[in-house]
């Protein structure tokens, strides 16, 4: 059969049985070159017998082998060094073998390969081609995991993700072992810059949504573990687009002992913020740059040095800003004038040494010295005049769509001096030692955190000249002059805070049975800070079991106790004061899933679900207003988080990988102290709190609201992730990203939680790329001109976002009259937009 060399594309797995009796055992794995790119098309061969396969367009492979004796598995492709490996495999067992070609026709000598055994817990890896291959407004590496299961986030223009019910303050992020951190004041939004992972230096990617081993640190609901590259030859990539530009360079020493990856990227979200209903000058501009530079200083050591700094400044001049809302019987506008201006500025670095000492190839030790820093400030005056008109409904009328009535007018002014400086220091070891079956890691942490923290953030309302809230009929009589103006929120704090945090664990995992059919994790996790003098152990366990029935089948149990140290948000409330003596906040997982490899059509595809129970206590809770997290800076809320996770992913269209997923969640929490009350007058008639009715008393009935739903009660998520291309012209591709959640709870600005019972729209988007391959990398390059003989990739790309053109609600707006009565007006994301993108790779 002919096998299409086209990039990305293509599998067929060609699987012959033939002369290998009843005894059988199977390898699968991944096959890569050199920079970690899956590779399609590659001819697998059993030496000696009439077995054969082929990977697919995602570089994976399964084939049977005979059982009980050595075999020689060859790996070969045009233009790539022949690799030959020799295995001895037990009836019924599987194993791993994952490859990395290069460049070459000089066949490697036969080696053996230790097996590596199936991790325990819900552990997803991710295909880095996966990340450069989505539809992307903001560039970041997470959207990627937006279509994953039981990952939630509403904002195209954001990074940020939220996991189970858990917030996005809530996730772990680690790079090369090293844990990364985001700027503390800045927003999920529009002043939102460039993630910390650069995604054209991944190699590996690992995600758990929840029951995560004992190795991890300290957060209640995920882990994303990133590993970047290893280079084996000189090489790089570039990209541009309407959004922003990247390069990267990689290589080698000539001494084979020295790596480097460098990496630059611009973003500017100024295109696209101009489709947003707030018209102006915007002027975004966010920039980072990175380093990865790893030096083999003998056979048993090596040091590896990684480093990151990223600027960013957002800015905004606005003009005005219509928004449409309301229902058919009340079609309401909300017109806004503004004079003043916005700057924000995020600046951060961070840096990390790794000295690694071989004891052998099983046993390792490393330790890891890192800093990060970050200066941040936000500067903003603005001035707002605002008219909300009733619009004429009539379809009849010549004045449909025009304003019929005006129902308010006033204005507003926002100001904010807030600066601050946080800076994180860390120390720590960690262990690896394997024999057998049976590994062992272990590890320590040192850390010192330091805020400086200046806030000066005032809000003056005034609606029909009169000031909100509005002040007695008394004020500015004579004697009383000084309470006219009055701030609808006033802020001014000055804190300086340090704080001392130390961890260990040592975690084992087992492959029990004769072909392994178990395999199990447990460990324990001890924190300790020095602000509250808490002390902390997390138990953390896992099981995976492989029932090897003739349908592949893999099941899975996870559980563990997950607390999280407040950094310094947490422990800020609404009036900027700190609680010092704030409490790790706990959550306990418990996970059961599975995943069921099957065929259709010829091909291979796995379905994944999983449910899974979090008992929450010690929570501080929090709202989400203007796009960023208020915490109440006590630990007075309690609650959980149930539901069930599904995702298939397989080659929907013969050659590329596509998935879909879909999430059922409830989360609730209940708030000590949570209370409200009903007023009456003495005829037991329900009054508005603050007034009295005809003269009389007025009594009050407090009521307990019991159990709320959480800012993050998204109950039903699904996304879809779909490639597709011409079957006769395969250089021409599409990629395309659905998603689809049901709405959040939200209620006014303010405290009270249990006004939170509004609901925002569903949030649907459709995102589609368009691409040419023009240079393909399993192609031969031929071009006349020098310059592009030296790609090994080169596309041209068209992206279209917001498709089907939904406005989307982000937030709201509260504009409240003289009467008290309010409008929640929406803030609208980005609208249909078209993005031209380039992509090379050399």
């Known amino acids: 059969m002919k096998i299409r060399p086209i990039a ?79 295995v001895r495999l037990d009836p019924g067992e599987t194993k791993s073998l994952n490859i990395a070609m290069e460049i070459g026709t000089t066949p490697l000598p036969e080696i053996e390969i230790r097996d590596k055994r199936r991790e325990p817990g819900s552990i997803i890896s991710i295909n880095p081609r996966s990340l450069t291959e989505l539809p992307n407004t903001t560039g970041s590496f997470e959207a990627v995991l937006k279509t994953l299961p039981g990952v939630v986030s509403n904002n195209e223009l954001s990074s940020q993700y939220s996991v189970r019910g858990g917030n996005f303050d809530e996730n772990l992020v680690y790079v090369n072992d090293i844990e990364v951190f985001r700027p503390l004041l800045i927003r999920s939004g529009q002043q939102e810059g460039l993630s910390f992972i650069n995604a054209d230096l991944v190699s590996t990617v690992k995600f758990s949504a929840g029951g995560f081993d004992a190795i991890y640190g300290d957060k209640l609901s995920s882990v994303l573990d990133v590993k970047y590259k290893n280079p084996t030859r000189f090489g790089g990539s570039a990209y541009a687009s309407l959004l922003g530009a990247g390069f990267h360079l990689e290589g080698i020493s000539k001494s084979k002992k020295l790596t480097y990856m460098l990496g630059v990227r611009r973003k500017t979200t100024q295109y696209l913020l101009n489709s947003l209903e707030t018209k102006g000058e915007y002027k975004p ?32 001049i606005p003009v005005d800003r219509k928004t449409e809302f309301g229902t058919i019987n009340q079609a309401l506008r909300l017109s806004i004038y503004f004079d003043g201006k916005e700057i924000d500025s995020y600046n951060s670095g961070t840096a990390a040494l790794a000295l ?3 004891f052998s190839d099983d046993s390792w030790i490393k330790f890891i010295a890192s800093t990060y820093k970050s200066i941040e400030s936000e500067r903003f005056d603005l001035l707002g005049q605002y008219y909300i008109d009733e619009l004429e409904k009539d379809l009849g009328s010549d004045a449909f769509g025009e304003s019929a009535s005006n129902l308010g007018v006033g204005s507003f002014l926002e100001h904010a001096r807030n600066d601050l400086e946080a800076t994180i220091y860390n120390g720590e070891f960690k262990g690896y030692w394997e024999k057998g079956n049976k590994i062992l890691q272990y590890g320590a942490q ?110 899975r149990i996870s559980t563990g106790v997950y607390y999280q140290p407040p950094l310094y948000r947490e422990m800020r409330d609404y009036e900027g004061k700190i609680n010092t003596n704030l409490k790790s906040q706990r959550s306990i997982h418990f996970v059961l899933g599975g995943d069921y490899t099957f065929l259709a059509w010829g091909r291979e595809f796995k379905f994944m679900t999983e449910v899974y129970y979090k008992k929450l206590d010690n929570l501080v809770p929090y709202k989400v207003e203007n796009l960023r997290l208020r915490y109440f800076a006590n630990n007075k809320s309690s609650g959980y988080a149930t539901g069930v996770d599904f995702r298939i992913n397989g080659e929907f269209v013969q050659g590329v990988e596509s998935w879909a997923s879909l999430s059922l969640l409830k989360t609730e929490e209940d708030i000590e102290g949570d209370v409200y009350y009903t007023y009456f007058n003495n005829e037991g008639q329900q009054i508005i709190p603050g007034y009295t009715f005809n003269d009389t008393p007025v009594d009050s009935v407090a009521n307990t609201p019991g159990r709320l739903a959480r800012p993050t009660d998204q109950r039903v998520t699904f996304s879809l992730f779909f490639q597709d291309y011409l079957p006769k012209f395969p250089s021409y591709r599409m990629n395309m990203t659905l998603v689809y959640g049901t709405g959040l709870p939200f209620g006014p600005p303010g405290p009270d939680r249990y006004k939170d019972k509004l609901r925002f729209p569903s949030y649907r988007r459709v995102d589609i790329g368009f691409s040419k391959t023009i240079i393909d990398e399993d192609k031969p390059n031929n071009s006349r001109l020098r310059l592009f003989r030296k790609l090994n990739y080169l596309s041209l790309g068209l992206e279209v976002f917001n498709l089907l053109q939904v406005n989307n609600t982000v937030s709201y707006l509260w504009v409240t009259d003289v009467t008290d009565r309010t409008y929640a007006v929406p803030n609208y994301l980005s609208s249909r937009t078209i993005n031209l993108r380039i992509t090379t790779r050399f």
């Not at 899956?38 to 059993?46: D, H, R, Y």
């Not at 501009?285 to 480093?307: H, M, P, V």
């Open 356 to 358: 690694r000492h071989k």
């Open 285 to 316: 501009s966010f920039s980072d740059f990175q380093a990865l530079i790893n030096w083999k200083l003998n056979e048993r050591n090596d040091l590896t040095f990684l480093g990151n700094y990223s600027a960013n400044k957002y800015e905004i």
């Open 8 to 86: 990305f594309l293509i599998l067929l797995l060609l699987v012959v049985t033939t002369g290998l009796g009843q005894d059988i055992a199977r390898i699968k794995g991944l096959v890569t070159d050199n920079q970690g790119r899956p590779l399609a098309g590659v001819s697998i061969s059993i030496k000696g017998k009439a077995v054969g396969a082929a990977t697919s367009g995602s570089g994976s492979y399964e084939i049977p082998v005979p059982a009980g004796e050595d075999i020689a598995v060859s790996f070969s492709s045009i233009g790539l060094t022949t690799q030959t490996i020799t």
């Open 446 to 555: 040192a850390r010192m955190e330091s805020f400086n923290d200046k806030l000066s953030e005032w809000e003056y309302i005034d609606s029909a000249g009169f000031a909100l809230p509005h002040p007695p009929d008394n004020v500015g009589q004579p004697g009383n002059p000084s309470q006219i103006i009055q701030m609808q929120e006033l802020v001014k704090t000055d804190t300086a805070l340090t704080n001392f945090r130390f961890s260990s664990y040592i975690m084992g995992s087992w492959a029990l049975g004769k072909s392994e059919t178990f395999s199990l994790n447990a460990g324990l996790r001890f924190t300790s800070r020095t602000l509250s003098n808490e002390f902390l152990v997390s138990p953390r366990a896992g099981i995976t079991f492989d029932p090897e029935w003739k349908r592949n089948v893999v099941f």
